[in-house]
């Protein structure tokens, strides 16, 4: 069941998130409830739902659907003998209902989809290598096949390869209408790379509902050309459906929910079949949604010419769909020759008088704004009437651009499935159509898309426009650099004696705009992209202080360096203090959008097993005589082994030393047998000249229970050391600028978190109470589970000589919330128990707590700083350690942040975790 947009979705250059879509365009949730409701009482079950709230996917008999919508079904046999259902007259539903319902897709089984691959009639033969008979690249001249690496080096697939894009952080979705056979997906990757592309089998509504069959040929090409041009994908995503039009369109409405953003299809159906016309009007709702969200779609053109329909000739031209949808790219065919070294030679559109790559003139749709230019217009075949369009208007034609598709000159693909006519004596074929160009489209956006990101901007996403732009050289682009232009051959197959479409300078209907050059093309895409989008901004520095650090005494510690700027290499000063010797400057440098780690004992030449030395560092990114100083963004992580407490830590520096004043929330220095909490203030001074005089005062239970005085020379780092045995606040002044941290070790009994609890943590200092507007703190992680392994605390410390309200905001991963009022004494603690809110939650919160949680803290006077404190167990291994951080200052914060470490090799597990604190839905790139 689909249901109506309430509005026009624009296409717009920055990408729209699905739960934004359904917020613009959606109808209100009564009128789908009320639609649900209606279908409920007629016995129908809801099988699924999607993000955008366009469709409803329901499931009853048809007895059910006759008497919901007031028809007959009956059976039909078509010309070529297949069976069908359908009903006799339109469907009908209750009036309140008809304008929530654009239509309903279901009531027969007319339509089925196509697009099988093309096969070579010329024998081929394999050799052996990686335990599968693989199929060698041929001496040339004369081919009867490509192999990979000379179709990359053909289409410049290699220069993109060169420079280190090959997928890495990408993924590609193919929608299919079929099964395939994982072991024919392994064989061909052991010959031609892949392997390392996690694939998913995403079946929607069930899946095909039978094992592979006549259309898995088409579902493991797709497959395996992304696979082979794409080799390092972060995934490839295979949505798998029934051959039907339910089937069809919950296919694209999974992939449209999920907002892929790069898509491949390889199936379709003449755009003029009967009882169609409901298909193509969704269609068109789905891949107006895609564009919004920035997805790019690619889809074959047919391989019957300018007679889509596969009528009888002489006969009229036609079209297929969905290449011919106005928010597709619509991929035709050529015939690809190469010259010496496998590098680009010539092409001609395909056409071998059976099969050739179809192309165009709509007969459902407009010619879009951004299709409309010069080229495009052909006074012999150009037309507004197919369409219906308006007065000295023209229709849309197709394709938009095409690739290699001639068998004969075509793809190796491996396939055992003997429904799709393979055979295991022979699992490698050569095959070809406009099924092969398109996964090939979508393989080298794909690229394109990982280049952009590195470059420091956005994918690309809806890519038409960027084509037809790049097609009139604006911006200066190049549309002789980034196309090959196809200038010969026809696409000719309605013998109505007009010859259409003949392949001509620049824009054709043949072969649309041409084939790609690869790394020239994606360069001018990002360009045009840009300037549309702009780029995007890390919050990166040139300088970081880290007041914390140790080496020996068993501290093994590092630093990570990100240098996002895309073009210039950073040069970087590490400067470390000590307490009592002068300091050390080491340098480095961090090449262009890459992570550098340094090894701080092996920079300073200390062994873990060598006498322990405290350390700070200061990390400087410094200008050269060609490069000015390149912003970098640093963390340190540390592993030790200190009385027994074998853990590690991890902090993102301070981006200045000028603040004289800093709060901790927590501290604790707590003996008690094998209780151990150790806490220590760790300072460090930037000044080369002054010494800082420090003041260290702690407080607990309304008194400042101890105060402290440590002197910190020029360039050298302090440590205070509370010799208090309590839990308590910390504050520390100084008459200089500094950089205060606050490392934290413990060995406790926390029932909560799985019993006996070791670890560490370190934590930068807060640098005010917030404005006058009051205290605001942010918290993205947390969790209690069940409260058996994890146990979260949030610490909320009063610096001010009155009592401070606050409001613990706790909000759920089921959208729930609970607020509850805190009281916080003059110069106190707090120790909110998160676990007990999760098991004991307020009266009339009307929440429902999960353990994943996040919360924000508020007090309406600057009072207070809130710091989040967790021990746990974590995973099957029962890993003991803790954190603690201080929160992220609110009421909102940033647009972008960047992180320096990260690692998900081994056993480490690595996650983000995202609150938006606003009341809008919110799109994040990562």
């Not at 309903?104 to 599968?132: A, E, Y």
Request: charged content about 10%; proline content about 6%.
């Amino acid at each position: 069941m689909w249901i109506r947009c309430r509005t026009h979705i624009p296409r717009r250059r920055i990408a729209t998130s699905p739960p934004q879509i359904a917020r613009a365009y959606a109808p209100a949730p009564a009128s789908q409830s009320a639609l649900i409701a209606y279908m409920q009482q007629a016995s129908f079950s809801v099988t699924s739902t999607y993000s955008q709230h366009l469709t409803i996917g329901f499931k009853g008999t048809i007895g059910q659907a006759e008497q919901a919508f007031h028809i007959q079904i009956n059976n039909y046999r078509a010309p070529n003998g297949r069976i069908f259902y359908a009903p006799g007259s339109d469907p009908s539903v209750p009036a309140y209902l008809a304008p929530v319902i654009s239509s309903i897709i279901g009531l027969d089984t007319v339509r089925q989809f196509s697009h099988p691959p093309v096969l070579s009639t010329k024998h081929i033969t394999t050799t052996s290598s990686h335990n599968v008979n693989c199929l060698a690249q041929q001496s040339g001249p004369n081919y009867n096949y490509y192999v990979p690496s000379q179709t990359a080096s053909a289409y410049n697939l290699t220069s993109l390869y060169s420079a280190g894009f090959h997928g890495e952080g990408q993924m590609v979705g193919l929608l299919e209408l079929d099964d395939y056979a994982q072991a024919d997906i392994t064989s061909y990757m052991a010959c031609y790379g892949g392997s390392s592309v996690p694939i998913s089998r995403i079946l929607v509504n069930g899946g095909t509902g039978s094992a592979p069959g006549a259309g898995a040929i088409e579902v493991e090409l797709d497959m395996e050309l992304v696979l082979s041009a794409a080799p390092k994908l972060a995934g490839l995503k295979v949505y798998e459906a029934a051959n039907n039009a339910v089937g069809y369109l919950a296919d694209w409405s999974r992939i449209v929910s999920d907002a892929v953003p790069v898509v491949s299809t390889s199936w379709g159906s003449c755009e003029s079949s009967g009882f169609s016309q409901a298909v193509y009007t969704q269609e068109n709702t789905l891949f107006m949604v895609a564009a919004a969200q920035g997805q790019s779609i690619f889809a074959a053109s047919g391989d019957s010419g300018s007679n889509d329909c596969g009528q009888t000739t002489p006969t009229t031209p036609s079209v297929d769909d969905p290449a011919s949808q106005p928010y597709v790219t619509g991929v035709g065919g050529t015939s690809l020759s190469l010259a010496s070294g496998s590098t680009y030679g010539s092409e001609v559109a395909w056409n071998d008088g059976t099969h050739a790559g179809g192309g165009g003139v709509s007969s459902l749709w407009s010619m879009p704004s951004w299709q409309q230019v010069p080229s495009a217009i052909n006074p012999t075949f150009s037309s507004g009437i197919p369409c219906g369009a308006a007065m000295g208007s023209y229709c849309r034609e197709v394709p938009d651009i095409s690739l290699n598709a001639d068998p004969n000159l075509g793809y190796l693909m491996y396939c055992t499935i003997s429904a799709s006519g393979c055979s295991t004596s022979a699992p490698f074929i050569a095959v070809g159509g406009t099924s092969a160009a398109a996964p090939m489209w979508a393989a080298m956006i794909a690229l394109a898309n990982q280049k952009s990101l590195h470059d420091g901007n956005f994918n690309l996403g809806f890519i038409n426009p960027l084509l037809y732009s790049i097609d009139q050289n604006a911006s200066s682009t190049s549309y002789t650099n980034d196309f090959h232009d196809v200038k010969t051959g026809n696409n000719y197959t309605t013998g109505d004696g007009n010859n259409e479409y003949p392949a001509t300078a620049d824009y054709d209907m043949a072969t649309g705009l041409g084939s790609y050059n690869a790394l020239p093309l994606a360069s001018d895409l990002e360009m045009l992209a840009k300037a549309q989008t702009s780029a995007r901004t890390s919050p990166a520095n040139t300088t970081w202080y880290f007041a914390e650090g140790s080496v020996g005494g068993g501290f093994t510690e590092y630093l990570t360096l990100l240098n996002p700027d895309p073009v210039k290499t950073a040069t970087v000063n590490v400067t470390y203090l000590f307490q009592n010797h002068s300091a050390v400057v080491k340098q480095h440098t961090v090449t262009p959008s890459t992570r550098f780690t340094i090894s701080v004992n092996a920079d300073l030449g200390v062994s873990t097993t060598a006498p322990q030395q405290a350390i700070s560092a200061i990390v400087q990114s410094v200008a050269t005589q060609s490069t000015p100083a390149v912003p970098i963004v640093a963390e340190r992580p540390m592993y030790f082994n200190f009385h027994g407490i074998k853990s590690g830590t991890d902090v993102m520096g301070a981006t200045n030393a000028v603040n004289t004043l800093f709060y901790f929330a927590e501290g604790d220095s707590r003996l008690a047998g094998p209780t151990i909490n150790s806490t220590f203030i760790t300072i460090l001074n930037p000044s080369s000249t002054s010494t800082a005089h420090v003041q260290i005062t702690y407080y607990s239970s309304g008194n400042a229970v101890e105060s402290d005085s440590v002197n910190v020379g020029p360039l050298q780092r302090g440590t205070g050391i509370p010799r208090v045995h309590s839990q308590f606040a910390i504050k520390v002044t100084s008459d200089i600028g500094i950089v205060v941290e606050r490392p934290m070790y413990f060995n406790d009994y926390v029932s909560t978190a799985g019993g006996w609890t070791s670890g560490a943590a370190s934590a930068i200092g807060a640098t005010t109470l917030g404005p006058n507007t009051g205290s605001d703190w942010l918290f993205a992680e947390g969790y209690t589970g069940t409260g058996t392994n994890f146990q979260e605390y949030l610490v909320l410390a009063n610096f001010t000589n009155t009592n401070a309200q606050v409001d613990v905001k706790l909000e759920y991963t089921n959208g729930t919330v609970q607020t509850v009022p805190v009281m916080v004494g003059a110069f106190s603690q707090d120790y909110f128990d998160v676990n007990n809110a999760y098991k004991h939650p307020v009266s009339g919160c009307n929440c429902t707590p999960t353990g994943s949680v996040l919360a924000e803290v508020y007090s309406s006077t600057p009072s207070i700083v809130a710091e989040r404190l967790m021990y746990f167990h974590y995973g099957p291994q029962f890993i003991s350690g803790g954190t603690d951080v201080v929160g992220e200052a609110g009421p909102s914060s940033h647009t972008v942040y960047t992180f320096a470490e990260g690692y998900t090799l081994g056993s480490f597990n690595e996650y983000l975790t995202l609150q938006n604190p606003t009341t809008a839905a919110e799109t994040v790139c990562r």
